[in-house]
């Protein structure tokens, strides 16, 4: 079973600064991926950023980052130059790459709010 | 290329009734994930289909949900009769079932059972 843990049920940051959104998970598979989704107000999720767990570089797309840390199975993900339209749901989720089965597992979540 | 889409993207339902959500994936996906986060949980998997058939349907809550991939396109999730726990969000997602595996999302149902 796959567990994700995001510790931060919201936060503030401002804009044009740097933020880290914390992420832990447990797993007992080897070989899985991580990702971040972004949920603004409208509902929509949408694919940030992923990473492999054999990945040795950390994961970057544009802005967003994704702090790899295997042995202390954490995942953050930095959102650096925070814009107002960062503001939103962050969800960290986890994959077990299986032969079958490939669903994700979400954390609960953290809100971010970008203040101008 | 289109996204995920959705339909309808509100449903209002009285307990008892039956609803039935659509999910169109992109063109191509033959994986296909339908999920649902309740008002303050988590997103929970409910099932996954490859093109026509079902992979894992081990997150579906009980028999009131039926969940249907006819020709390997679009599905239907139908819930009959709805309760009042049923309302959340229902999202729909595809993938190409390579990896990474990445799920592209759609906007969700958002379905109130009063």
């Known amino acids: 079973a796959q567990k994700i843990t995001q510790t931060q049920p919201g936060m503030f940051v401002q804009e044009k600064e740097a933020v880290t959104l914390d992420c832990t998970y447990d797993?007992?598979?080897?070989?899985?991926?991580l990702f971040w989704y972004k949920q603004p107000s409208s509902g929509e999720m949408i694919f940030l950023i992923y990473q492999g767990s054999y990945d040795e570089q950390n994961a970057t797309e544009g802005r967003y980052s994704l702090n790899f840390q295997k042995a202390r199975k954490s995942a953050n993900l930095v959102i650096s130059a925070s814009q107002l339209g960062d503001s939103a749901m962050y969800f960290c989720?986890?994959?077990?790459?299986?032969?079958?089965?490939?669903?994700?597992?979400f954390g609960g979540g953290t809100r971010v709010l970008v203040k101008p | 290329e289109a996204g995920v889409t959705q339909f309808p993207s509100h449903s209002v339902i009285e307990k008892g009734q039956t609803v039935t959500l659509r999910c169109d994936p992109i063109?191509?996906?033959?994986?296909l994930y339908w999920y649902r986060r309740v008002m303050g949980k988590e997103i929970k998997f409910l099932l996954h289909?490859?093109?026509?058939?079902?992979?894992?349907e081990s997150g579906m809550p009980n028999n009131r949900f039926l969940a249907e991939r006819t020709g390997g396109t679009y599905s239907t999730l139908k819930v009959q009769p709805a309760e009042l726990e049923d309302s959340g969000v229902y999202f729909c997602a595809s993938s190409t079932g390579q990896v990474p595996y990445e799920q592209y999302f759609g906007p969700g149902t958002r379905l109130t059972v009063t």
């Open positions: 063109s191509g996906h033959d994986n």
């Open positions: 989720a986890i994959l077990p790459f299986k032969a079958a089965g490939n669903k994700l597992t």
């Open positions: 797993t007992s598979d080897q070989s899985y991926g």
């Open positions: 289909f490859v093109k026509e058939s079902k992979q894992d």
